[in-house]
């Protein structure tokens, strides 16, 4: 395993991941869609925003934590779904799933991921210490979508997020060109790439191999996983491009739990979600995974916030990768983000360790912020710590330079 302490920031731990995954596997992990124009974007959106700090606070009692539909937790973060922390480590999601219960912060798993729900209740659920949410991909098949929600519900899961963001299957042409598919197809160049990386080949290729067989999607219904594996079932033959709003009623009809959708982006959007009834929505573009002329939603998180007026709970991603960051969405009015690729980074160097390292790094940065900036506890981060920013000037407008 890579010396942790070494990684001080969360690109040192993408440095440490590029080293030590098979590149079609990282590039899968850390590559966005077509251009890479949202990706880069979600980071400079972030970066463009400045912060000014307060003289004279006396900070020493600050502290980060708070709480999250209304149970405490260790800072103001979840852990995104992500369908790929199972190859960045063998039963990454477990790992991510112990790594968030000891940072007291809930982590989401995803219906792609490759450890089925039922261990990650078993090992990481609240007998754990841990709060498990579960991410919804909803299939053309309805039916399998509801059992698949009813397998949560037994298992235990405080949360559904319905990704409502990805009707189709996005391009990304580095998968084609890395030679890189799932499930995993032996193609020449992959073959080549498992092997000019041993470690990762002994650590998690074979330990599958030699346990449950090549990773697969977990939490696909098995008649699925069949197609699939079979190379008959492709992502846009399974998933449903008719998604909409009926779907979003039935499934508040059977979900007993919180409910959310993830992946909005308009202000009329988020106030239908709480006529809906929903309890939360993640302002997200996939981490500029999905449309690349997405706009960054750091940017639209503000019009958004004042359309909810704290209605429902609002939550952030994409572009996460310091803890200022943090403080720049709840001053927008998030009350928590979701990170993807940088606790990502981390259990591909370390597992649960790696994870862990990641989301301290992100703690101690968000510590730092709030002391800078003169706030004791989260609840005190607000517009006024921001740069050029006037009441009734929108955050567009402030990153364009004016004021
Ligand atoms: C490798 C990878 C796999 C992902 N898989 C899913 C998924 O299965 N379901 C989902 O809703 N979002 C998925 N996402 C998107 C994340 O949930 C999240 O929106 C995004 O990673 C946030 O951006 P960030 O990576 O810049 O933090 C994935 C992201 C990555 C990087």
């Given at each position: ?9 969360i690109?040192?731990?993408r ?14 992990v ?53 369908g ?7 039963e ?20 792609a ?31 399998l ?49 498992v ?7 002994k ?17 696909y ?15 846009d ?10 779907d ?5 009809d ?57 209605r ?7 572009g ?11 001053a ?36 730092k ?5 003169g ?10 710590i921001f740069f ?8 567009s ?7």
């Amino acid at each position: 395993m890579q010396n942790l302490d070494r990684c001080l920031n969360i690109w040192d731990l993408r440095a440490a991941a590029r080293r030590r995954l098979p590149k079609g596997v990282f590039e899968f992990v850390d590559r966005a869609t077509e251009d890479h124009i949202a990706v880069a974007n979600n980071r400079s959106a972030f970066e463009r925003i400045k912060l000014r700090h307060r003289a004279l606070v006396d900070v020493s009692q600050r502290s980060v934590a708070t709480t999250l539909f209304g149970k405490p937790v260790g800072l103001p973060m979840a852990i995104a779904p992500t369908g790929s922390a199972g190859l960045c480590w063998h039963e990454g999601e477990l790992e991510l799933a112990k790594a968030a219960a000891k940072a007291r912060i809930p982590l989401t798993l995803s219906t792609a991921s490759m450890t089925a729900m039922e261990k990650i209740a078993q090992h990481g659920g609240p007998d754990k210490g841990g709060r498990l949410w579960f991410q919804l991909y909803v299939w053309k098949q309805r039916e399998l979508s509801h059992q698949l929600i009813e397998r949560a519900n037994r298992n235990g899961f405080e949360a559904l997020i319905v990704t409502v963001d990805s009707p189709v299957s996005p391009n990304r042409e580095y998968n084609t060109h890395n030679g890189f598919g799932l499930p995993f197809t032996p193609t020449p160049r992959f073959v080549l790439d498992v092997l000019r990386h041993p470690v990762w080949a002994k650590d998690v290729l074979l330990k599958y191999y030699t346990t449950t067989g090549l990773p697969r999607h977990e939490n696909y219904p098995p008649e699925y996983q069949q197609s699939i594996l079979s190379g008959v079932g492709s992502r846009d033959a399974l998933r449903a491009d008719s998604l909409d709003w009926n779907d979003i009623a039935r499934f508040r009809d059977i979900w007993p739990g919180i409910l959310m959708i993830k992946g909005v982006n308009r202000p009329d959007d988020a106030v239908k979600a709480i006529e809906y009834g929903l309890d939360g929505i993640v302002v997200s573009n996939h981490g500029g995974r999905n449309m690349d002329s997405s706009a960054a939603p750091i940017d639209l998180l503000a019009d958004i916030a004042e359309a909810v007026n704290n209605r429902a709970t609002v939550i952030l991603d994409s572009g996460v990768r310091r803890g200022s960051d943090i403080a720049k969405a709840l001053a927008l009015g998030a009350k928590a983000v979701l990170t993807g690729r940088a606790t990502l980074y981390g259990t591909a160097v370390g597992g649960e360790a790696g994870a862990l390292r990641a989301i301290s790094l992100i703690r101690n940065e968000f510590d730092k912020t709030m002391a800078y900036t003169g706030c004791r506890s989260v609840d005190e981060l607000s517009p006024d710590i921001f740069f050029g920013y006037r009441s009734g000037n929108r955050l567009s407008g402030m990153t364009a330079g004016a004021v």
